[in-house]
């Protein structure tokens, strides 16, 4: 695996104002050789002069800039040389070729897969991954195309975390894609950090940005959703109710306010349970004779 190196090369303001002196002294030399003539033991001073001005033009291709949050990949002949991470005017050999890797933040929003949840229903589900390259020589090098690289991967961590999931839970223990979303949107983004690894590329956050039923089971799922849903609350509503019932019968018996045998307490558990676990409000009866009639 290659790892990155850094090179950020020479500071590139210095070197150019020596390269312009050394081109300025160079075309005075020509020149003041030209005007006053060239001997014949001289044509060698003009050769070496042109030749120093070639060398100066080739030394001249080795300045570079590196903008912020950018990186430059260096190679000498294919073998990998370094990274200038620095931002600003830079040199370096000018016989390096040079790649540009941005280094900024970026987002990638998957398309809508459609995939089963671990019950097997089909599901619709995107997801947003926001990510920056931190290893250039890996970016470059361990992979063909990064950015493709960063896309296929993270739909392919996406569907299988959809799997390990159920779309919907009414219980409160078990984690549902629809009503744990920030610990299915952590275990997503290990997932792709663990895939993109390789890649030099850090994932900073993943988030869902669609999940609903598939077209055709969306009703039929609504209809499930909402009778779970009912149960759910039928279920709380009757454990309310029996403690309550348990409550009144203990202080009623505490107090003394009123003596019932098992007869009488069967019928006003039968008749608190059904006020309060009925759908419409209790229409009271005054009876106007004896607690026996």
Same mark, same amino acid.
């Given at each position: 695996m290659v790892r990155e190196r850094l090179r950020p090369g020479v500071p590139g303001l210095p070197t150019l104002l020596v390269l312009l002196l050394i081109v300025a002294g160079t075309v005075w030399l020509l020149v003041t050789a030209v005007r006053f003539g060239l001997r014949e033991d001289e044509p060698l001073l003009a050769l070496g002069v042109v030749f120093l001005l070639l060398v100066e033009a080739v030394l001249l291709r080795g300045f570079f800039i590196v903008a912020p949050n950018e990186a430059q990949v260096l190679q000498f002949f294919g073998a990998y040389s370094g990274s200038a991470k620095v931002a600003g005017l830079r040199w370096a050999n000018p016989f390096y070729t040079r790649k540009k890797i941005s280094l900024r933040v970026r987002n990638f929003e998957s398309?809508?897969? *459609?995939?089963? $949840?671990?019950?097997?229903? @089909?599901?619709? #589900?995107? !997801? /947003?991954?926001?990510?920056?390259? /931190?290893?250039?020589?890996?970016?470059?090098?361990?992979? $063909?195309?990064?950015?493709?690289?960063?896309?296929?991967?993270?739909?392919? !961590?996406?569907?299988?975390?959809?799997?390990?999931? @159920?779309? $919907?839970?009414?219980? $409160?223990? /078990?984690?549902?894609?629809?009503?744990?979303?920030?610990?299915?949107?952590?275990?997503? *983004? *290990?997932?792709?950090?663990?895939?993109?690894?390789?890649?030099?590329?850090?994932?900073?956050?993943?988030?869902?940005?669609?999940? !609903?039923?598939?077209?055709? #089971?969306a009703a039929a799922m609504l209809q499930r959703q909402q009778a779970g849903a009912i149960i759910a609350a039928r279920k709380l509503i009757v454990e309310g109710a029996v403690g309550m019932v348990e409550m009144a019968l203990e202080q009623l018996s505490r107090k003394g306010i009123v003596q019932l045998d098992e007869e009488r307490k069967a019928a006003m558990v039968s008749n608190l349970l059904v006020v309060l676990c009925g759908d419409r409000a209790a229409q009271p009866i005054v009876n106007t004779g004896t607690i026996h009639h």
């Amino acid at each position: 695996m290659v790892r990155e190196r850094l090179r950020p090369g020479v500071p590139g303001l210095p070197t150019l104002l020596v390269l312009l002196l050394i081109v300025a002294g160079t075309v005075w030399l020509l020149v003041t050789a030209v005007r006053f003539g060239l001997r014949e033991d001289e044509p060698l001073l003009a050769l070496g002069v042109v030749f120093l001005l070639l060398v100066e033009a080739v030394l001249l291709r080795g300045f570079f800039i590196v903008a912020p949050n950018e990186a430059q990949v260096l190679q000498f002949f294919g073998a990998y040389s370094g990274s200038a991470k620095v931002a600003g005017l830079r040199w370096a050999n000018p016989f390096y070729t040079r790649k540009k890797i941005s280094l900024r933040v970026r987002n990638f929003e998957s398309s809508q897969l *459609k995939v089963n $949840d671990r019950d097997g229903n @089909p599901v619709e #589900i995107a !997801a /947003v991954v926001v990510w920056r390259v /931190v290893e250039t020589a890996e970016a470059t090098f361990e992979v $063909d195309d990064y950015q493709n690289y960063v896309r296929v991967q993270s739909e392919a !961590a996406l569907r299988n975390a959809a799997t390990n999931y @159920p779309y $919907d839970s009414h219980e $409160d223990h /078990v984690v549902s894609l629809r009503g744990s979303t920030s610990a299915v949107a952590e275990h997503l *983004k *290990k997932e792709v950090q663990q895939r993109l690894e390789e890649a030099g590329v850090e994932v900073l956050e993943a988030r869902f940005s669609h999940m !609903a039923y598939a077209q055709e #089971i969306a009703a039929a799922m609504l209809q499930r959703q909402q009778a779970g849903a009912i149960i759910a609350a039928r279920k709380l509503i009757v454990e309310g109710a029996v403690g309550m019932v348990e409550m009144a019968l203990e202080q009623l018996s505490r107090k003394g306010i009123v003596q019932l045998d098992e007869e009488r307490k069967a019928a006003m558990v039968s008749n608190l349970l059904v006020v309060l676990c009925g759908d419409r409000a209790a229409q009271p009866i005054v009876n106007t004779g004896t607690i026996h009639h």
